[in-house]
């Protein structure tokens, strides 16, 4: 629950950045192409952007990540997916 609040609170942080920077600075621009993907790219990014972790091995050494961590990443990311493709994919559109 914590990590999907904190999902949640990170992705919604980077929409209101981009925002405020657009906001600021690109309100009166006129290049179209620009912007579309300026918005774009400001929307996808925050939405990935919280889903990449960092860690911080205080032991000095290298995090060897194992076999698990992908898996718990794995379900965690892609579980809903799975379920909403098994649904269509069943053959009843």
């Known amino acids: 629950m914590t990590a999907t ?11 209101l950045m981009i925002l405020a920077f657009y ?11 620009f912007l579309r993907m300026f918005l774009l790219a400001g929307i996808f990014g925050p939405l990935i952007f919280p889903l990449i972790h960092i860690e911080n091995n205080e032991s000095g050494g290298p995090h060897q990540p ?7 990443q ?3 990311i892609f579980a809903p997916m799975r379920r ?9 559109l």
Do not use: P, Q
Not at 5 to 15: D, H, R, S, T, V
Not at 84 to 92: D, E, L, P, Q, Y
């Open 66 to 72: 194992t076999h698990m961590d992908s898996v718990k």
């Open 23 to 33: 906001v600021l600075f690109l309100r009166k621009e006129t290049r179209f192409r």
């Open 74 to 76: 794995y379900a965690i």
């Open 84 to 92: 909403a493709c098994w649904r269509f994919s069943s053959g009843s």
């Open 5 to 15: 609040l904190n999902y949640i609170i990170e992705a919604n942080l980077g929409l």
